[in-house]
């Protein structure tokens, strides 16, 4: 009779978690477009999985990994939460907060119809950004909402060319949304107003690229294995409409033929809704990661993940009409007796994103067959100077932590109770991420920002 296995001594894997997070860490460029994991498993080892690979959402992470899986598995994941970014004005001034709830989802399928040669398919998101702010803080013209999600359906094929060594290419169809808010505030050239009259800028694009995903994974001894993957850029020519709102004005003003008319009259002569287009890229990203079980009830884990943010593009959207008329109501009188012309063609927002270079770590501890803890810390920089800080995109520094748990194991029939159906794996996270007070300089809008984000996540897969 096999003897159970006793658990694995405490006191090494509490002394290599206590080096891991009193360790210096060097500065790292961060992407807060891309902070989320969409894998629950991937999540609770601080996203280190390129090395790992060893359930169906590796189609996103290193598909080469899909080659050593075998029959038929799917596994969903769902991930709830989002950012708190605190603004505060200085010299005591007052703190405004954005904190926007997400939930996200990624699903995976995977079949392997011949031994060593797996097919795949999921939906992924890549880019997830959101920030909603009272529409009356100091960062209004710049952005009272925003919201920025892309995601991919990505098909791949893995193959295990040789033994223990597999390579896998794909293709990503992506689709980007764009949902981007700000206030813009209207005055007369002769004869102003006492206070500008607020008009909400309403603007939604979207637009569809295609994109190369690939990955290679070798496991060079059962205790060593290392990976790498790469995904495309992929161009966004972006199309949509922009909509004016604004509450009604209930006054009247001085019109061009001598007679006093409503502002509201004024206003739609003034703004009438445009259709929009843009440009941005997804950017290029290569991964490299390394996995090492130095016990069987201890693996560590390190991914180096290098993302071209420069190549994402500028926060500008141009109106159809831009070089042309925008509103044909707004006539020579109108525009010779308030003297102002529609302005508003080009609307966007000045920021640059610097490339990122993140490290994302995990550690892995097996208490029982079935069972394993898992932990994954990072520390990364701002992407953004504090002169190119802006409403839009506050992002700062910030220390990541997650904690993870997972079962693995059999399912059985309820009626016939020695029958084994299927494998189940269920893994749940939480992560913390904490970013001290950082100031911004950017012209006009000089705050200090802060952040905090919790999300916690559940995984299900079954395999059969």
Known sequence: MKRPCPLPPLL????????????PTPPLAADDFSFHEVSARAASLGGAFTGRADDTSTLFYNPAGLAFLGGLRFKTNVTLGGPVIDATVPGGGPSYRSNPFEILGAHALSWQPIRRVTVATGLFPV???????????????????????????????????VKDFAISAGVDVMKTNIIWRHNLFFNFANDPMPQPYPIESRETLTANGV???????????????????????????LAGRNVFAYMSAGRMVPGPDGVNIMLDTVLNRFYKNQELSGHLTVPREIACGLALTPARWLSLYADVQWTRWRDFGVWTFTSA??????????????????????????????????????IKTGVEYRPAEHLAVRF??????????????????????????????????????????????????????????????????????????SSKRFVWGVGVGFSF
Not at 127 to 135: E, H, L, P, R, V
Not at 228 to 237: C, E, G, K, L, T
């Open 376 to 449: 994954g810390y990072a520390r990364t920089a701002s992407s953004v100077t504090a002169s190119e800080r802006s409403p839009l995109y506050p992002d700062l520094d910030r220390n990541i932590y997650t904690l993870g748990f997972c079962y693995e194991g059999p399912v059985f029939s309820i009626w016939r109770t020695e029958e084994r159906i299927a494998d189940l794996s269920f893994d749940v996270f939480a992560r913390y991420a904490d970013a001290a007070s950082q100031e911004s300089t950017y012209p006009g809008f000089e705050m200090t920002y």
């Open 321 to 358: 009409n831009a070089g042309g008329v925008l509103s044909p109501e707004w006539t020579t009188d109108y525009a010779d007796f308030y003297g102002i012309t529609p302005d508003y063609a080009i609307q966007g927002v000045a920021f640059a994103l610097e490339d990122t270079r993140e």
């Open 12 to 23: 090494p894997l509490l002394a290599l978690i206590a080096l891991g997070s009193v360790s």
């Open 127 to 161: 880019q997830k950004f959101s920030s909603n702010w009272n529409a009356s803080w100091p960062g209004q013209t710049v952005s009272t909402r925003t919201e920025l999600y892309t995601g991919s359906f990505r098909t791949a094929v893995a193959i295990e060319v």
């Open 211 to 237: 994109g190369f995903a690939g990955g290679v994974l070798w496991k060079i001894v059962p205790a060593v294995q290392i990976g790498a993957s790469y995904r495309s850029a992929v161009d966004m020519d």
